[in-house]
Every structure is written in structure tokens, then in C-alpha cells.
């Protein structure tokens, strides 16, 4: 009865002949995709394969002291899925696809998406090149997109920084790559400047050496720099002087701190005193006080 079935809808009035075309058009197909499948599975196969041995290159290739291992990973792991992707389009075409259109859908859908995604593209791509040229690296305190913390982590699309007063700061990467990037603890060592203004009937040469004696007082100074006490100009109500100490970063602000206490210690123990800023003021016509204004 089936066989029957089978032969009205095929149009052939014997039943064993529309079996057997039945069985030949089976057999054509399945030796025909069957094919194609087990390509498709044995290309894929080996294209995973291809795939983990160019991640693992592109990892050794990057293993390097000076490059942060999150590159490394990232990159490998973008070649293995670039491997697999060329992958899926040949096997599109092994099912007839049409491989440059398939290419091309796909480099329009990755425009979309790219154009969609271009803010976080471009951290993206700032912050690769953060982890591979390393003008920070955690532990340091820096000054980005103007704020001033300590680095905790870098990631690839935005950087982790703690205030002085404990606040966690997120900054995207590429407002910190395409910006000034002031890395406050690299040098193990930091000139540290005090500017001091002294009244004019103090005696220069006294003055000197008082600003001088407060400067070398610092213990934790680098020995093997000189200190500096500069003039730097005769102001409207003060001579300005500058002090220059080179400290230890780690100790940047205490040493400042004591600088400046000493300074100011030592020119009262001379009777010099630092004035500030003052106006005299003239009337063109007198006024008589007891009369008021």
C-alpha cells in the first residue's frame, strides 16, 4: 500500500519502480551531502585546531616582560576566532553559498556593529595600546583625564584608580590615551619646590642662609644633589625665593610638609618675616574724619 502511495505521487504507475527511484534519489542525496557535511565537519575540526595553534604563536610571540599578558591572551584568542571564521565562510560554499556575498553581508554587518560600538572600539583599541606601551603600570599614582589616584587595575576598555580619599575611579581608556598622562611615581626620586616670600629689609645673604639651613635639615634629601634656594624676582610686596630639595617619592609629601615648617621656623628665629599682600589706598580730596564721609 505504500509502495502504491509513493507511485501516484511520483506519477510512475509501478510501485517497484518508483521504489527504486525513490532509493536512488536517497542514495544521490546522501552520498552528495553526506560529502558536504563530513567536509564541513572535518574543515571545522581542523580549523579549531589551526585556530588553538595560532592562539598559542600569537601567546609565545607576545610572552614578553615588557608586554602585559591581557594583550596576549586578547590577541590570541582574536586570531583563533579569525581562523574559525574563515572557516564557517568556506563552508558556506560548499553548500552553494555565494562566498562574496556572504563577505560582504558580513563586512556591512561588522560596519554596523562597528559603528554602533566606535565609543567602546575605541577604548578597546586604547587600551591595547595602554597595556602594550605601559606608561603606567599598577601601584602607580598618576594624574588621568585630571583626576589624581593610585592605579588598581587596567582593563582593555577603561582603567581603575583609588583617590587619596578612598574613591573608586573609573576612566574609560581612550579619554586616558588620547590625553596627558602624568605618572607622579615613576622616578624613585622628586625635586620638591617651596616658593617663600620675605619682607624687604631682611638682609639677602641672611635670608639665603636661613632658607638653605631649612633645606639641608631634610634627613631623607638625596645627598648626592645639592640643595637650591633661588631668587626668583622682586614682587610688589615681597622678595620671592624658591627652595628646592630632591626627596624620596614615597615620602614626597611629608618631606614637604616638614620643609615648610622649617622654613617657617627658622626665618622667625631671625626676625624675618614673610609678608603678605597689602593695600595703601589715596584719596584724591581729603577727608575729614570727624566730619565722616
Not at 553559498?97 to 578597546?124: D, K
Not at 574613591?167 to 590625553?179: A, D, E, Y
Not at 626665618?267 to 609678608?275: A, K, Q, T
Request: net charge positive.
Amino acid at each position: 500500500m505504500p509502495l502504491m502511495m509513493l507511485g501516484k505521487v511520483l506519477g510512475v504507475a509501478d510501485p517497484a519502480k518508483a521504489a527504486v527511484e525513490v532509493t536512488q534519489w536517497a542514495t544521490k542525496i546522501g552520498i552528495e551531502w553526506g560529502g558536504k557535511i563530513l567536509g564541513v565537519i572535518v574543515l571545522l575540526i581542523i580549523a579549531w585546531m589551526l585556530g588553538g595553534w595560532a592562539r598559542r604563536a600569537v601567546g609565545r610571540l607576545l610572552d614578553r616582560p615588557q608586554l602585559d599578558k591581557t594583550v596576549g591572551r586578547f590577541l590570541g584568542n582574536l586570531a583563533r576566532w579569525i581562523v574559525f571564521g574563515l572557516a564557517v565562510i568556506a563552508c558556506l560554499g560548499f553548500f552553494g553559498f555565494n562566498i562574496t556575498s556572504v563577505a560582504a553581508l558580513v563586512g556591512a554587518a561588522g560596519l554596523t556593529i562597528g559603528l554602533a560600538l566606535q565609543g567602546s572600539l575605541a577604548n578597546l583599541a586604547a587600551g591595547i595600546m595602554l597595556l602594550v606601551l605601559r606608561p603606567f603600570k599598577i601601584g602607580d599614582v598618576v594624574q588621568l583625564a585630571g583626576q589624581i589616584g593610585k592605579i588598581d587595575d587596567i582593563d582593555l576598555f577603561n582603567t581603575k584608580i583609588d583617590t587619596g580619599d578612598n574613591r573608586r575611579l573609573i576612566i574609560p581608556n581612550g579619554q586616558i590615551f588620547g590625553n596627558t598622562i602624568e605618572n607622579i611615581t615613576h622616578h624613585a626620586w622628586r625635586r620638591c619646590d617651596v616658593n617663600v616670600g620675605t619682607a624687604y629689609n631682611g638682609d639677602l645673604k641672611v635670608v639665603r642662609s636661613v632658607l638653605r639651613k631649612a633645606a639641608l635639615s631634610i634627613v631623607e634629601r638625596d645627598p648626592a644633589k645639592d640643595v637650591d634656594v633661588v631668587l626668583q624676582g622682586l614682587g610688589t610686596h615681597s622678595i620671592e625665593w624658591t627652595v628646592r630639595v630632591w626627596v624620596p617619592t614615597a615620602s614626597f609629601m611629608t618631606c614637604r610638609d616638614r620643609l615648610l615648617e622649617t622654613i617657617k621656623d627658622e626665618l622667625d628665629r631671625v626676625g624675618v618675616s614673610i609678608p603678605f599682600p597689602q593695600m595703601e589706598v589715596w584719596f584724591r580730596n581729603p577727608v575729614d574724619v570727624s566730619r565722616g564721609a
